[in-house]
């Protein structure tokens, strides 16, 4: 009886882990959205959460790495995003919330490639001129 209560146990445990491991996004800033232009340096497609890292240079111009989270891959994808949509070298810029702790980096809202792609969140129009 004993080791069916282990396996039992064992078993809740590997299920249960994905959950606990998983974090919330409440170390964004989701009042504050800030734009910035850059190069990407890694795109990590992955589960559970896709990545985008890119140089961007600070205010005496060296290039300091930034990284944005993004969500998983499926709701990428309903965004428009791919395994390609970006490689090392492209230079895009990037819509985010910032993280709180004033880190580089943030959860990424869109992204506006360097051919005017725009992925994620809504598409931006002007406002109607009267």
Same mark, same amino acid.
């Given at each position: 009886?004993?080791?069916?209560?282990?396996?039992?146990?064992?078993?809740?445990?590997?299920?249960?882990?994905?959950?606990?491991?998983?974090?919330?996004?409440? /170390?964004?800033?989701? %009042?504050?959205?800030?734009?910035?232009?850059?190069?990407?340096? =890694?795109?990590?497609?992955?589960? $559970?959460? #896709?990545?985008?890292? /890119?140089?961007?240079? %600070?205010?005496?111009?060296?290039?300091?790495?930034?990284?944005? =989270?993004?969500?998983?891959?499926? $709701?990428? #994808?309903?965004?428009?995003?791919?395994?390609?949509?970006?490689?090392?070298?492209?230079?895009?810029?990037?819509?985010?919330?910032?993280?709180?702790?004033?880190?580089?980096?943030?959860?990424?809202?869109?992204?506006?490639?360097?051919?005017?792609?725009?992925?994620?969140?809504?598409?931006?129009?002007?406002?109607?001129?009267?």
């Amino acid at each position: 009886m004993k080791i069916k209560a282990l396996i039992l146990v064992g078993a809740a445990l590997v299920i249960a882990a994905p959950a606990l491991a998983h974090h919330s996004f409440s /170390m964004f800033d989701r %009042d504050k959205n800030v734009t910035m232009t850059g190069v990407v340096t =890694e795109y990590e497609w992955t589960n $559970p959460h #896709t990545w985008i890292h /890119m140089k961007v240079p %600070d205010q005496s111009g060296k290039d300091i790495v930034w990284s944005f =989270e993004m969500q998983a891959i499926a $709701p990428n #994808t309903a965004g428009g995003w791919r395994a390609d949509s970006v490689t090392p070298g492209d230079k895009i810029s990037i819509e985010f919330h910032p993280l709180k702790d004033g880190s580089r980096g943030g959860q990424l809202v869109s992204a506006t490639l360097a051919n005017g792609k725009h992925l994620g969140g809504p598409v931006r129009r002007p406002a109607a001129q009267d």
